[in-house]
């Protein structure tokens, strides 16, 4: 029989992509639910889906912060089976952290780890009587490493590797997998919400030199990086999928090769400094050449397109 797979935040990005792959499976050896927040938004994905829709697809809502929701979204599962769950779902935060409001910071954590967690508890149970299943999470490298402006966008993917390296231990009994997927960049909806966000910012109590190193030194940074490592979000779900397919799915799986040098800077030094001296150089150091080669060329410096001031 084929597997059901829940995935969560399938109106765009990985999630929809990973849910198409998936459900045309040469072999028809998945049954995607494919869930999503807004059903508003499900255009895109059904056509995507094409035949596999209402087929080896079927669309339903989910909101990973509602207990009810979730609840309800089980409660429309044959059986209320699921062999494999994919938390996808997530949002991005960035910007200097004292102009942040807690509340921002909340709603992070309540979407990436919460609303992973309460998805787990949901399905664990029948996961371990079945003695079978598979839990993926759509981490990041910002799970492995810290990155600057990103505090609490990475600490919540660092709470999402904590949480389920420790429980792979105790679910390694039960035969059930968990895998952790850490991309780099990717090319979705994910930046373009992140700059649409800070264009509108304020970012109030925040002193003018930390506002510089945002403007003028990491969203120039950030969106070269985007620009050159970037992968497809085609990409990143063909690797889910091989994954997903495997007889035993490793704990973690990266997807960018070119990001490997910089999470090994840890491995490499214990301490830490190595790393975080490594990227503060990469940053300060080369975004300096290339906004005053930018400014030189062009009185239009990627600061000014973001956000003109
Ligand atoms: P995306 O914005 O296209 O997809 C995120 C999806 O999550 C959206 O469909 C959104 O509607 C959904 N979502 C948000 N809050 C939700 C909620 N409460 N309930 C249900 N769905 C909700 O971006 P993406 O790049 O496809 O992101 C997918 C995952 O990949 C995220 O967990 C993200 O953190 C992770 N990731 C993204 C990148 C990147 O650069 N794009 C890099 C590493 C990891």
Same mark, same amino acid.
């Given at each position: 029989?084929?597997?059901?797979?829940?995935?969560?935040?399938?109106?765009?990005?990985?999630?929809?992509?990973?849910?198409?792959?998936?459900?045309?499976?040469?072999?028809?050896?998945?049954?995607?639910?494919?869930?999503?927040? =807004?059903?508003? *938004? *499900?255009?895109?994905?059904?056509?995507?889906?094409? =035949?596999?829709?209402?087929?080896?697809?079927?669309?339903?809502?989910?909101?990973?912060?509602?207990?009810?929701?979730?609840?309800?979204?089980?409660?429309?599962?044959? $059986?209320?089976?699921?062999?494999?769950?994919?938390?996808?779902?997530?949002? $991005?935060?960035?910007?200097?952290?004292?102009?942040?409001?807690?509340?921002? !910071?909340?709603?992070?954590?309540?979407?990436? #780890?919460?609303?992973? @967690?309460?998805? /787990?508890?949901?399905?664990?149970? $029948? !996961?371990?009587?079945?003695? *079978?299943?598979?839990? /993926?999470?759509?981490?990041?490298? !910002?799970?492995?490493? $810290?990155?600057?402006?990103?505090?609490?966008?990475?600490?919540? *993917?660092?709470?999402?590797?904590?949480?389920?390296?420790?429980?792979?231990?105790?679910?390694?009994?039960?035969?059930? #997998?968990?895998?952790?997927?850490?991309?780099?960049?990717?090319?979705?909806? #994910?930046?373009?919400?992140?700059?649409?966000? @800070?264009?509108?910012?304020?970012?109030?109590?925040?002193?003018?030199?930390?506002?510089?190193?945002?403007?003028?030194?990491?969203?120039?940074?950030?969106?070269?990086?985007?620009?050159?490592?970037?992968?497809?979000?085609?990409?990143?779900?063909?690797?889910?999928?091989?994954?997903?397919?495997?007889? +035993?799915?490793?704990?973690?799986?990266?997807?960018?090769?070119?990001?490997?040098?910089? @999470?090994?800077?840890?491995?490499?030094?214990?301490?830490?400094?190595?790393?975080?001296?490594?990227?503060?150089?990469?940053? #300060?150091?080369?975004?300096?050449?290339?906004?005053?080669?930018?400014?030189?060329?062009?009185?239009?410096?990627?600061?000014?397109?973001?956000?003109? +001031?």
């Amino acid at each position: 029989a084929p597997r059901t797979v829940l995935i969560s935040g399938c109106s765009s990005g990985i999630g929809l992509e990973l849910a198409v792959q998936l459900a045309h499976d040469h072999r028809q050896r998945y049954q995607v639910v494919a869930t999503m927040r =807004d059903l508003g *938004k *499900k255009g895109t994905l059904e056509e995507a889906a094409g =035949d596999a829709l209402g087929q080896t697809l079927t669309v339903a809502q989910l909101d990973v912060c509602s207990d009810e929701s979730v609840a309800q979204c089980l409660s429309c599962i044959q $059986g209320g089976e699921v062999d494999v769950l994919v938390n996808n779902a997530g949002v $991005g935060l960035v910007g200097p952290l004292e102009g942040l409001s807690l509340a921002a !910071m909340q709603n992070v954590f309540d979407t990436n #780890f919460f609303g992973a @967690v309460r998805l /787990v508890r949901a399905v664990l149970p $029948g !996961m371990k009587r079945r003695r *079978k299943g598979h839990i /993926v999470v759509v981490s990041s490298v !910002m799970g492995l490493q $810290g990155v600057l402006f990103n505090e609490a966008y990475a600490a919540s *993917k660092f709470a999402l590797e904590g949480f389920f390296e420790s429980l792979a231990i105790q679910l390694l009994q039960f035969n059930i #997998f968990i895998t952790l997927v850490e991309p780099g960049p990717v090319v979705t909806d #994910f930046e373009g919400k992140l700059l649409e966000q @800070v264009s509108t910012a304020e970012f109030p109590d925040t002193d003018p030199d930390t506002l510089r190193y945002f403007w003028d030194f990491y969203l120039p940074a950030s969106r070269e990086l985007f620009h050159s490592v970037g992968q497809s979000p085609q990409d990143v779900a063909q690797v889910i999928v091989k994954v997903i397919g495997s007889t +035993r799915p490793p704990l973690r799986r990266q997807t960018n090769a070119r990001y490997t040098p910089l @999470v090994a800077l840890k491995a490499v030094d214990p301490s830490g400094s190595l790393y975080v001296r490594t990227t503060h150089c990469l940053l #300060f150091r080369w975004t300096r050449l290339l906004n005053l080669g930018l400014r030189c060329l062009a009185c239009g410096c990627l600061r000014f397109r973001i956000r003109p +001031r």
